[in-house]
T-cell receptor
Framework: DAGVIQSPRHEVTEMGQEVTLRCKPISGHNSLFWYRQTMMRGLELLIY????????DSGMPEDRFSAKMPNASFSTLKIQPSEPRDSAVYFC?????????????????FGSGTRLTVV | AQSVAQPEDQVNVAEGNPLTVKCTYSVSGNPYLFWYVQYPNRGLQFLLK??????LVKGSYGFEAEFNKSQTSFHLKKPSALVSDSALYFCAVRGEGGGNKLTFGTGTQLKVEL
């Protein structure tokens, strides 16, 4: 398995532009998470999905952020408009829900992240 | 609400010496505890977990962690540190009532020197 795949690896954009980050979870995983990592705030959970349905988006900073999961193999995190304070590394992670077979480790598999710089 | 505390931003150890990275947690019900490691410009990698059973769990790369319920701790240990262990280490917890949400600590930078 190729693991959790995120694209792009690096993104540099100007303030005010729309940014879309992409994630392909591990095949068979039915839970997906978006995290943001900064020096100041550490690792923050933004939103997570179970079976493509958003369960908890309380970590989404504000209305400029939105996330979708149209199917089991793809998710996007969109920032519109972007601001310099959004600069961070954004991680996607996936896992299998307990009781649904597959991975029973109860842990997550992380992607390599997208480093976003908003100038 | 569930939470994790990693009281040390950085731990410095000489190669060959034992290392400990501290973690305490707060959850409702029984905890599911994890350690992850992050190397520069990489995602988090799973090291080990405690779900139930023996309080001493062994994981990848010679690391182990001891679950202490009375002290609500889950410290990461290794008997003999290597320079290649230098990385950022995260403790994480999910409570029985915490749904599917894994809460991470702020991370501890481990530096192993010759």
């Amino acid at each position: 398995d190729a693991g959790v795949i995120q694209s792009p690896r690096h993104e540099v954009t100007e303030m005010g532009q729309e940014v879309t980050l992409r994630c392909k979870p591990i095949s068979g995983h039915n839970s997906l998470f978006w995290y943001r990592q900064t020096m100041m705030r550490g690792l923050e959970l933004l939103i997570y999905f179970n079976n493509n349905v958003p369960i908890d988006d309380s970590g989404m900073p504000e209305d400029r952020f939105s996330a979708k999961m149209p199917n089991a193999s793809f998710s996007t995190l969109k920032i519109q408009p972007s601001e310099p304070r959004d600069s961070a590394v954004y991680f996607c992670a996936s896992r299998s829900l307990p009781g649904t077979g597959g991975d029973l480790d109860y842990g997550y598999t992380f992607g390599s992240g997208t480093r976003l710089t908003v100038v | 609400a569930q939470s994790v505390a990693q009281p040390e931003d950085q731990v410095n150890v000489a190669e060959g010496n034992p290392l400990t990275v501290k973690c305490t947690y707060s959850v409702s019900g029984n905890p599911y505890l994890f350690w992850y490691v992050q190397y520069p410009n990489r995602g988090l990698q799973f090291l080990l977990k405690y779900i139930t059973g023996d309080n001493l769990v062994k994981g990848s790369y010679g690391f182990e962690a001891e679950f202490n319920k009375s002290q609500t701790s889950f410290h990461l240990k290794k008997p003999s540190a290597l320079v290649s262990d230098s990385a950022l280490y995260f403790c994480a917890v999910r409570g029985e009532g915490g749904g599917n949400k894994l809460t991470f600590g702020t991370g501890t930078q481990l530096k192993v020197e010759l």
